[in-house]
């Protein structure tokens, strides 16, 4: 093991919100160094298709987008971290900008789109590889920053010392005044363990949570995990995809095997994958050639002009498979795919534990127990740059 090194802020994970911790305290002078399991490419954000929701349309505010993420939630996330996450959503879009994030516009403005449990049309997009997109730009500043990068450098131990934390990260012994954890979910795992199908990385099996919870950091919502209502079933490259939820908002519709519509296709997640299951469970699904429960979902709907502009991948990857969702309905069924709870955390994105900061997908609360789509691209936005900005602060003070 080499010898300890040491500096301001050590980020765990190099996804958005990892990426946006890291850039954000470098920019506020801290020294920092993240440490990321795989490469620093291997993410759940960077799999993100659908998009990022922001209040810009005429008819929209962050007072609504709030008061819909409340709703999805029924009534169970903070609302004070609801309240940062929808107000910071605009300035959030602006900042990925600058990064060079390019979302696709039409007449003047952004292309918006209306996703599941949202009152408006919130969605912004960069095709269908958004997440692509915002972790390429982030990863860009990062690199021309002066942060140190450790790959393959999984985090292992964390204890407090009488200044700071020391961290085993790999191979790597750092000592840092504050820590950020940004190493997302844990649906890998779980999907793994109930042998069903997942969205997720390799990746996400939320040891770092556990190491987080050992040191006596609360947590909420940890039972409450999230099925994508529409993983794809068939062909079989597409298992476990998950299909975009802009389909949805561009037309598409769940039919059942009678090929009647059986649900609000727009309805929020929990909603829309518990109406899939109780549909196959009472016998109105089809099956896939290999036996696989799963409903139809009608993307014949949508328009032609939609799809080429919004979900173009999707369209490539389907049409490699053999079927072209724009001349028959494709077989979807609910997959794992995102952890709704996770660390306790306030409005600068501070664990319980002093000095450690936690964001992004293993931070709970800013959901409750049911996430809208398109908010966890934000949430790693909005509070990576908190959690960079105050762990850089605390650091700093230190
Ligand atoms: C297929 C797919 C599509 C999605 N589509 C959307 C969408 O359209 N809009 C939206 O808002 N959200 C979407 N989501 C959800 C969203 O992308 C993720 O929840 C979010 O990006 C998580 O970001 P993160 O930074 O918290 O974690 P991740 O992006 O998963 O990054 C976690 C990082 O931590 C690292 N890590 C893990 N364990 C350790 C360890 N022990 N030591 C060091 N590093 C570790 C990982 O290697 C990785 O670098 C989608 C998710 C998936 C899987």
Redesign the pocket.
């Known amino acids: 093991m080499a010898a300890p090194s040491s500096f301001d802020v050590l980020v765990?994970?190099?996804?958005?919100?990892?990426l946006e911790a890291a850039v954000s305290a470098e920019r506020a002078g801290a020294r920092v160094v993240l440490?990321?399991?795989?490469s620093?490419q291997?993410?759940?954000?960077?799999?993100?298709?659908?998009?990022?929701?922001a209040a810009f349309g005429e008819d929209d505010s962050p007072e609504q987008h709030a008061e819909d993420v409340w709703n999805s939630s029924h009534e169970t996330a903070d609302r004070q971290l609801v309240e940062v996450l929808t107000a910071e959503a605009p300035s959030a879009i602006h900042w990925l900008e600058e990064l060079g994030v390019e979302f696709t516009r039409e007449n003047g403005g952004y292309r918006l789109a209306r996703c599941g449990g949202a009152s408006r049309k919130r969605l912004l997009q960069v095709g269908d590889r958004?997440?692509h997109a915002i972790?390429k730009a982030l990863r860009e500043a990062f690199e021309a920053s002066t942060a140190t990068a450790l790959a393959k450098?999984?985090?292992?131990s964390l204890e407090r010392r009488e200044q700071g934390w020391r961290a085993v990260?790999g191979d790597h012994v750092i000592d840092a005044a504050t820590i950020v954890l940004?190493?997302?979910?844990r649906c890998f795992k779980e999907a793994e363990e109930r042998g069903e199908l997942s969205?997720?990385?390799p990746?996400?099996?939320g040891?770092?949570t556990q190491i987080a919870l050992e040191l006596g950091a609360e947590a909420r919502d940890l039972d409450a995990l999230q099925y994508?209502p529409n993983g794809g079933a068939w062909p079989p490259n597409m298992q476990g995809?998950?299909i975009?939820?802009t389909t949805r908002a561009y037309g598409a519709v769940l039919l059942n095997a009678e090929r009647e519509e059986f649900t609000d296709s727009l309805a929020p997640r929990d909603i829309v994958s518990q109406a899939i299951f109780d549909e196959v469970s009472q016998g109105r699904g089809v099956e896939t050639p290999d036996g696989r429960p799963a409903v139809y979902l009608d993307t014949t709907r949508i328009a032609e002009h939609d799809a080429e502009i919004s979900l173009p991948y999707m369209l490539r990857r389907y049409r490699g498979g053999g079927i072209d969702p724009l001349r028959e309905p494709i077989l979807t069924y609910p997959v794992l795919?995102?952890q709704n709870g996770g660390l306790v955390i306030d409005a600068d994105a501070e664990t319980t534990l002093e000095g450690l900061y936690a964001?992004?997908?293993?931070a709970g609360g800013t959901h409750g127990r049911n996430r809208m789509?398109?908010?966890?691209?934000?949430e790693?936005c909005v509070f990576?740059r908190r959690a960079g900005r105050a762990a850089a602060g605390k650091a700093k003070a230190a």
Do not use: W
């Open positions: 765990i994970g190099s996804g958005a919100s990892g440490a990321a399991k795989g620093l291997s993410c759940n954000s960077a799999k993100a298709q659908g998009g990022i929701q958004t997440g972790t450098s999984p985090l292992r990260c940004a190493a997302g979910g969205t997720n990385h990746g996400a099996t040891e770092v994508h995809y998950s975009p939820e795919h995102y964001c992004g997908e293993i789509m398109g908010n966890s691209l934000l790693c990576g």
